[in-house]
């Protein structure tokens, strides 16, 4: 119970940030360069070192297999989320697939994590983010583009939070740590993740407007498969593992139950398509998830 009301004062916080997010915009104190440019700021700074510096501590093999395992459990889950879309979309449904298929475990996870099951967790969810990594910058980007030329090696391996992971793992396993200096100037930079996050998101939903927002009885389907349907079957695929794994499952349900991924919007612009119904995905599914994730953890402490 004292993690469901810690998640539900997290949630609050978010609110009130989004809603200073969306304040700012509508006020012309930020507009949508701004808010671009933040969000590459998370994606290519904060969200890596805040990735990288989960990995500041003593190795062991406990430590590794627990990774192994965070690992291969966030890309079975994964899967699963892009075979039920697939199942349930047509060929040109296109954004639908991603946002179905694809979390926001970055914007989203990152905070939650660090402040319902503390920073250190966060080392398990970086697993669950370099297989993001590789299903977004692939299958992700197919989908949008419908174009098989544009998947290659180099989009994967230049993604920021694969090469934060990588250096971060490399950091693991030796004996030498990041010097106490740098350690805390990162620090600080990814305590400001959460903020910045939230206020981004909520310009995204100023962006793509409050009326429409709430008028596409679409998203409404989209977001009662994305943050109802899949999360309730990891619950009910989790509970077949161990209850010694408690803390993982936690982490890789908390990512897969987070509101539909920034990077579908981002693709929808890259590659010339529907980018306001992508903005529309991302902001209802936010503010929904708001009161979902709470609820999905809750049934998840009963279940387990």
């Known amino acids: 119970m004292k993690a469901i009301?810690?998640?539900?004062?997290?949630?609050?916080?978010?609110?009130?940030?989004?809603?200073?997010?969306?304040?700012?915009?509508?006020?012309k104190i930020t507009d949508e360069k701004g808010s671009r440019q933040m969000a590459n700021l998370l994606v290519w700074v904060i969200n890596p070192i805040v990735m990288l510096i989960s990995y500041q501590m003593e190795f062991s093999m406990e430590k590794l297999k627990q990774l192994g395992i965070s690992f291969a459990l966030s890309l079975v889950s994964m899967i699963i989320g892009i075979i039920i879309a697939e199942i349930i979309f047509k060929d040109n449904q296109g954004i639908d697939k991603f946002a179905v298929s694809f979390a926001n475990g970055g914007f989203i996870?990152?905070?939650?994590?660090?402040?319902?099951?503390?920073?250190?967790?966060?080392?398990?969810?970086?697993?669950?983010?370099?297989?993001?990594?590789?299903?977004?910058?692939?299958?992700?980007?197919?989908?949008?583009?419908?174009?098989?030329?544009?998947?290659?090696?180099k989009k994967i391996l230049v993604n920021p939070g694969i090469i934060a992971v990588i250096i971060g793992f490399l950091i693991f396993i030796s004996p030498v740590k990041l010097p106490k200096i740098v350690y805390d100037a990162f620090n600080f930079i990814g305590n400001t993740n959460t903020p910045i996050a939230m206020i981004v998101l909520g310009t995204y939903i100023a962006e793509s407007g409050l009326t429409t927002l709430f008028t596409n009885?679409?998203?409404?389907?989209?977001?009662?498969?994305?943050?109802?349907?899949?999360?309730?079957?990891?619950?009910?695929?989790?509970?077949?593992?161990?209850?010694s794994l408690n803390d993982i499952k936690q982490v890789v349900l908390i990512?897969?139950?987070?509101?539909?991924?920034?990077?579908?919007?981002?693709?929808?612009?890259?590659?010339?398509?529907?980018?306001?119904?992508?903005?529309?995905?991302?902001?209802?599914?936010?503010?929904?998830?708001?009161?979902?994730?709470?609820l999905i953890m809750h049934l998840a402490n009963i279940f387990w």
């Open 255 to 294: 990512a897969m139950s987070a509101p539909v991924a920034v990077t579908v919007s981002m693709f929808s612009q890259m590659y010339e398509r529907d980018y306001k119904y992508a903005a529309q995905l991302v902001g209802l599914s936010t503010l929904l998830s708001l009161v979902t994730i709470p």
């Open 217 to 243: 009885k679409h998203t409404y389907f989209i977001c009662f498969i994305k943050l109802i349907v899949i999360p309730l079957i990891m619950v009910g695929l989790y509970k077949l593992l161990p209850s």
């Open 109 to 153: 996870g990152i905070p939650l994590v660090t402040n319902v099951l503390g920073v250190e967790n966060v080392f398990f969810l970086s697993a669950y983010l370099v297989c993001f990594g590789i299903l977004s910058y692939t299958y992700g980007i197919y989908r949008i583009s419908e174009d098989k030329s544009l998947i290659t090696l």
């Open 5 to 27: 009301v810690t998640i539900i004062r997290q949630m609050g916080i978010m609110y009130i940030l989004m809603f200073i997010g969306f304040i700012v915009y509508r006020k």
